[in-house]
């Protein structure tokens, strides 16, 4: 028999194709599963056209059968077929696409998806297989041909024996080498896994034999004894969920998707299902978890959603199609209108998908919204789980994203137990508060025994409770919320006083002048300054921090491994009211140094911070007592 060379171009192509185009060698099960779908749509097609109806999808299977002896896998098909002509053409030809020129020829009709339009894919059994046998009989041809390549060489076509109209694929794997397994393709349960991942959506049944076993008929109870059946089982859900219509569908059945295919065995807090048609039509079923995966705050984490093009899934997790500040949404889009690549794997500068991910972005944020309005319970949940994450993005990238997320963030509040929005805070503010306040601690009870809570409370004023580390950054990067302007109570100034108040400091601070120079002098370096306050009602003392870094800052910055240290600038305020001052203006010069450092140290564990030398502390405090 004649051995055909492969055309000179196709030679070239195919090296490439088996060497560099595909990255996972797996995908060659995909790629011929592709080609049987096509090719029953062709002729499913073909029949419709010529008035035959009652042929049903289901009596159409895609089959795969293995010989673990013979190291052979093979898929057949019901499809259209080739006569020899087609075959030379379509097989002979890399990169001729009967499937593409079969678009070309048939008007874009509704009820067809053909996959292929490259002409490549074929070519990835290669890739895994030292021998390819297609044997095939064209619809409404008596005889079939054989086609055979074991690559490079060129292939061979004869005449033969099939039943029925169709395409079988034989593949011989190749031998198992160090590197690769490649009778891993010859394992049920593996080529079950396969199928599931790229082509649980095609719409035809892909079955195969599996084994299964049971317990032996007739045998003793006490002693089961087992045998082993092989069962046709279909491997594949056939119907893409997201593309029945909503109305056909209940949360259930959304939930029952979800867990499965994420694992997952919380129900998800929400669920979108979008189909949009436009400038880029697509259809997309989105997922937000209830609790965060165990990597979710780590590096391992890897964000993402699945991309299909007509139910064939192209990529696990296209990463850009969420932004970081959404990465805990689970889920895929399906869409036609990409320009994949000859892989169909790279994508990353399509036109397309920026328009795609610019329209989930919306429609997220548009369900958090809706949430956090409507069903605040479940969004306080989502909130616990993925709260940081929004602050995060709201904080990155210089605040670029603050417009889009500050109406998504909740915080705790020294005003009820409830968490509030920004919304809420600032539509409650009392008239005249000018800012909107917030303190930094470990939980929020300790933040509110802060000294400076006083004075706020009794204003009526309330303070958001930050207690993630990122918090204060996130509120220095967004610096207002609606032109109200974010502020410490840690602040050195908080601009509380009244003109009288103000004028009634200025003169204690002269009065008291020896006093808190005497104050300054003890504690030295430590303190930029010492000054009198209004701000505190039944405390004597407490710490602020002048300029860029606050105390809290210093606290999350230090705790960084490998940064240089950061300090903030300390000003030890004091109460003239309280009967403490008082002891300070009788003390000798000794005892005054002796309050002062007892005084900071106090103030120091007051704000949750270190004090600098507890023994000298501990010393000091009993030397007082004596
Ligand atoms: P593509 O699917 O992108 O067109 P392939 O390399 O996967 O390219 O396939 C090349 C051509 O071979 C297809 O367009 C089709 O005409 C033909 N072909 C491949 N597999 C089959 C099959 N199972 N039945 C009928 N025709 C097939
Ligand atoms: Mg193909």
């Not at 593409?100 to 290669?126: C, S």
């Not at 599996?210 to 006490?222: A, F, I, N, V, Y």
């Not at 009788?586 to 600098?612: F, M, N, P, R, S």
Request: glycine share 6%.
């Amino acid at each position: 028999m004649e051995k055909k060379q492969f055309q000179a171009e196709s030679k070239r192509l195919l090296d490439l194709m088996i060497h560099s185009i595909y990255t996972h060698k797996e995908i060659f099960l995909r790629e011929l599963i592709s080609n049987a779908s096509d090719a029953t749509d062709k002729l499913y097609y073909h029949a419709m056209q010529e008035g035959k109806t009652g042929i049903l999808r289901d009596q159409l299977p895609i089959t795969l059968t293995v010989d673990r002896d013979a190291r052979t896998l093979t898929v057949s098909d019901h499809g259209c077929g080739m006569t020899a002509e087609e075959m030379e053409s379509n097989l002979g030809t890399i990169a001729h696409s009967g499937s593409l020129q079969f678009k070309q020829e048939n008007d874009k009709q509704e009820d067809i998806d053909i996959i292929g339009q490259f002409g490549v894919g074929f070519y990835a059994a290669f890739m895994v297989a030292s021998k390819v046998e297609v044997v095939s009989r064209a619809d409404g041809a008596e005889t079939a041909n054989r086609w055979i390549s074991d690559g490079a060489d060129g292939y061979t076509i004869e005449p033969c024996e099939k039943e029925t109209v169709g395409t079988d694929i034989t593949l011989t794997l190749m031998e198992d080498s160090e590197n690769d397994q490649y009778s891993e393709f010859l394992d049920e349960y593996r080529l079950q896994g396969l199928v599931k991942k790229y082509s649980d959506y095609i719409r035809y049944p892909i079955q195969m034999e599996m084994t299964r076993s049971r317990q032996k008929e007739g045998c003793d109870p006490e002693k089961p004894e087992w045998e082993e059946y092989k069962e046709l089982t279909t491997l594949n859900s056939m119907i893409p969920l997201w593309k029945k219509s909503k109305s056909e569908l209940k949360d259930e059945d959304y939930n029952n998707f979800y867990k499965q295919k994420y694992f997952d065995f919380e129900d998800p807090l929400r669920h979108i299902h979008m189909s949009t048609e436009g400038a880029v039509t697509y259809n997309a079923l989105l997922y937000i978890p209830s609790h965060a995966p165990m990597d979710y705050y780590t590096k391992n984490y890897e964000k993402g959603l699945a991309l299909y093009s007509n139910g064939v899934m192209i990529m696990e997790k296209c990463a850009d199609l969420l932004p970081d500040y959404f990465s805990f949404v689970r889920g895929l889009v399906d869409t036609a209108d990409l320009s994949l690549n000859i892989s169909r794997e790279l994508l990353q500068h399509d036109r397309h998908l920026k328009l795609i991910a610019s329209g989930l972005e919306k429609k997220i944020k548009n369900e958090l919204a809706n949430m956090m309005k409507n069903d605040r319970e479940a969004y306080v949940k989502f909130f616990q789980a993925f709260g940081l994450q929004l602050k995060y993005g709201a904080y990155v990238d210089y605040g670029m994203h603050k417009e889009l997320l500050e109406d998504l963030l909740l915080y705790h509040t020294s005003a009820s137990e409830d968490m509030v929005s920004l919304a809420e805070y600032t539509e409650r503010m009392p008239e005249g508060q000018k800012y909107i306040y917030y303190a930094c601690g470990e939980t929020k009870a300790k933040i509110e025994l802060l000294p400076q809570m006083e004075l706020l409370k009794e204003k009526g004023y309330e303070v958001l409770c930050l207690t993630d580390d990122i918090d204060e950054f996130c509120m220095k990067m967004m610096h207002a919320y609606k032109e109200k302007e974010f502020k410490s109570i840690a602040d050195g100034d908080l601009d509380l006083e009244s003109d009288e108040e103000k004028e009634e400091i200025k003169q204690l601070t002269e009065e008291y002048k020896t006093v808190l120079d005497g104050v300054k002098n003890a504690l030295g370096d430590k303190v930029t300054g010492v000054q009198l306050t209004s701000r505190l009602k039944s405390h004597p003392c407490c710490l602020s921090a002048k300029g860029m870094v606050s105390l809290e800052m210093e606290k999350v910055l230090n705790q960084q491994p490998g940064q240089e240290k950061v300090h903030a600038e300390r000003v030890l305020e004091l109460n003239a009211e309280h009967p403490i001052f008082d002891k300070l203006k009788t003390a000798d010069a000794d005892k005054l140094a002796k309050y002062a450092q007892v005084l900071y140290a106090q103030a120091q564990l007051i704000e949750g911070l270190q004090i600098d030398d507890p023994v000298a502390y501990a010393n000091t405090v009993c030397e007082l007592m004596l």
